[in-house]
C-alpha cells in the first residue's frame, strides 16, 4: 500500500540542473523523515541527502560537495532533490526512502523505498 514513485530523471550534459521528486502515499509522510540514495552501475547504494520530519533540518553527503539540495512539501506528500553542476560521476539510478529516524546514512534505517529514476550525466 506504500508507494514511493520518483520521477525527473534524464540524460543531461555536464553542468546541467535536475530536479528530482518522489511523491509518497500509503503512510503519514510528515512522520517520516525522507532521504535520497544513488547507486551506479558495479557500486554499491550511497547516501546522498536526508530531510527531518517538518524539513527544518538537511543532512547532506560531503561527496555531492554542496551542489545538491534537499526539501520537502508536506501538503503534496512529495521530497524533492534540486542538483546542480551535474558531473559524469553523478550518473546513477537515484532512489527516495522514508525512514522514523533522524538523520540516518544507512540504507538498513530507511522503511520504505521506491523504484528510483535515472540520472545519466554525459561529458
Known amino acids: 500500500q506504500v508507494q514511493l514513485v520518483e520521477s525527473g530523471g534524464g540524460l543531461v550534459q555536464a553542468g546541467d540542473s535536475l530536479r528530482l521528486s518522489c511523491a509518497v502515499s500509503g503512510l503519514t509522510f510528515s512522520s517520516y523523515s525522507m532521504g535520497w540514495f544513488r547507486q551506479a552501475p558495479g557500486k554499491e547504494r550511497e547516501f546522498v541527502a536526508t530531510?527531518?520530519?517538518?524539513?527544518?533540518?538537511?543532512y547532506l553527503a560531503d561527496s555531492i560537495e554542496g551542489r545538491f539540495t534537499i526539501s520537502r512539501d508536506n501538503a503534496k506528500n512529495t521530497v524533492y532533490l534540486q542538483m546542480h553542476g551535474l558531473k559524469p560521476e553523478d550518473t546513477a539510478i537515484y532512489y527516495c526512502a522514508a525512514s522514523v529516524i533522524f538523520p540516518d546514512t544507512r540504507r538498513s534505517e530507511y522503511t520504505y523505498w521506491g523504484q528510483g529514476t535515472q540520472v545519466t550525466v554525459s561529458s
Open positions: 530531510i527531518s520530519w517538518n524539513g527544518g533540518n538537511t
